[in-house]
């Protein structure tokens, strides 16, 4: 921007005969424009929620002049989040810093408004998010969208409630994911009995009771709860699990965190856990969003060259 005005006052100053005779080119062109990343932001309507839902979408540099295909990573973002809360705090810039940094591939990024629904079917029935995600929204961004519609290159991830919703939906669905990831997730083993109405328990029972019933059904939330599915990992064989927390998250999910490593790991299932130092949301999310990222990209990129290697061998 900087050389085109320069340009265009030289041109009213001196006129356009003696700017060639010194040798500045009338056509001399702006700096180039690399292709950048960017966030767009739609709504779909759904008849399973009975409702529009909002979604935003992170798309690599160079989607929109090209052709070619890319991986796609659905985020769930947090309680008390939205749709644009990875934009809006550090995702989009670690996403892109890690792009040109030639750390990670190129690869969609989908991020659905979740509410607090904790990306599942509500108790009552009244909210069948899980249900919406999986029949209705992703084969909507597949056709949308230029995505390499295949298990192996579609990923989920979260942070605190959506870390729970990332391991649930692909513990419950591996034939649409092939890889999971969950920074702090919202973990909970066990409800104390009777539960308590105040304090860090009675926070819990509040913002559980929309998904899981008022009052709170234990038993729904077992069935549901990701440390419950990890008792069976021959049902999600071949899913690729990341997961980490802090060792001071001010909601204890860190114990949550440790038992699902010590039940896959009782259960033989390969994964990778990580205890960290930090707390919890985005102060955390700064500094190792990153990994999960980093995890995402590298089995997309061995899904893709293994799908171009099928296409040699095929030709």
């Known amino acids: 921007m900087i050389r085109k005005r320069t340009i265009l006052g030289l041109r009213r100053l001196i006129g356009p005969s003696l700017m060639i005779m010194i040798g500045v080119s009338l056509a001399a062109p702006v700096l180039a424009q690399t292709p950048s990343a960017h966030v767009s932001c739609e709504t779909i309507s759904s008849a399973i929620l009975g409702r529009s839902v909002d979604y935003c979408v992170a798309l690599p540099p160079g989607y929109d002049a090209g052709t070619d295909r890319y991986p796609v990573l659905y985020y769930l973002h947090g309680l008390f989040e939205h749709a644009q809360s990875w934009s809006e705090h550090s995702g989009q810039q670690t996403w892109e810093s890690l792009m040109r940094q030639g750390k990670i591939g190129k690869f969609i990024v989908v991020m659905p408004e979740g509410g607090k629904s904790f990306y599942v079917n509500s108790l009552d029935g009244h909210e069948r998010y899980e249900d919406f995600f999986t029949q209705e929204f992703v084969p909507a961004i597949d056709h949308k969208y230029r995505t390499l519609a295949s298990r192996e290159t579609r990923g989920i991830t979260g942070v605190s409630m959506g870390g729970y919703g990332a391991l649930h939906l692909s513990m419950k669905h591996p034939d649409i994911f092939g890889s999971a990831s969950a ?133």
């Not at 995402?296 to 893709?304: D, L, R, Y």
């Open 183 to 315: 920074h702090s997730a919202a973990l909970i083993a066990k409800f104390p009995d009777p539960l308590p109405t105040e304090g860090r328990w009675g926070f819990y029972a509040k913002v559980l009771q929309e998904p899981f019933g008022s009052p709170l059904n234990e038993s729904y939330f077992d069935a549901n709860n990701p440390l419950t599915l990890a008792e069976h990992p021959e049902r999600f064989a071949n899913l690729k699990i990341y997961f980490d927390c802090g060792d001071q998250d001010r909601y204890g999910f860190d114990a949550g965190a440790k038992e699902l490593d010590q039940i896959l790991t009782s259960k033989g299932f390969p994964h990778q856990f990580v205890l960290r130092p930090g707390n919890h949301g985005w102060s955390y999310l700064d500094q190792y969003l990153h990994f999960s990222l980093e995890f995402h990209s590298q089995i997309f990129s061995q899904a893709e060259g293994a799908r171009a290697a099928g296409k040699r061998d095929s030709q």
